[in-house]
């Protein structure tokens, strides 16, 4: 079992920053991927950014690409998602989630065995 804690969000306006970290414990040993994921209400969830941790491989939705980057410390079990640039669109509840992987990207929810409670951005003026 692995548990992911997230913290960071808060309130930003729009053209702001935002660090978010998800930190994991429980059996992490092994070949894992993070991934962060969020969804605004009334919508669905999708897919933000992942991040191979033995490889550093990283990966992102098209909407943030350019503007966050998800990094990971392997020592402290730890990923980060850094949030520059900020639009409205941004705003939702951001989830942090692990799956086991060697050296697979997925982008998918159902790929992603445990899950984060949540933290909340809100970008507004």
């Known amino acids: 079992q692995v548990q992911l804690v997230e913290s960071g969000g808060g309130l930003v306006q729009p053209g702001g920053s935002l660090r978010l970290s998800c930190a994991a414990s429980g059996r992490t040993a092994g070949s894992y991927a993070m991934g962060w994921f969020r969804q605004a209400p009334g919508k669905e969830r999708e897919f933000v950014a992942t991040i191979i941790t033995s490889s550093g491989n990283t990966h992102y939705a098209d909407s943030v690409k350019g503007r966050f980057t998800i990094t990971s410390d392997n020592a402290k079990n730890t990923v980060y998602l850094q949030m520059n640039s900020l639009k409205s669109e941004d705003t939702a509840l951001y989830y942090c989630?692990?799956?086991?992987?060697?050296?697979?990207?997925?982008?998918?929810?159902?790929?992603?065995?445990?899950w984060g409670q949540g933290t909340q951005v809100t970008v507004s003026s």
């Open positions: 989630a692990a799956r086991f992987a060697y050296n697979s990207i997925s982008t998918s929810s159902g790929a992603y065995a445990y």
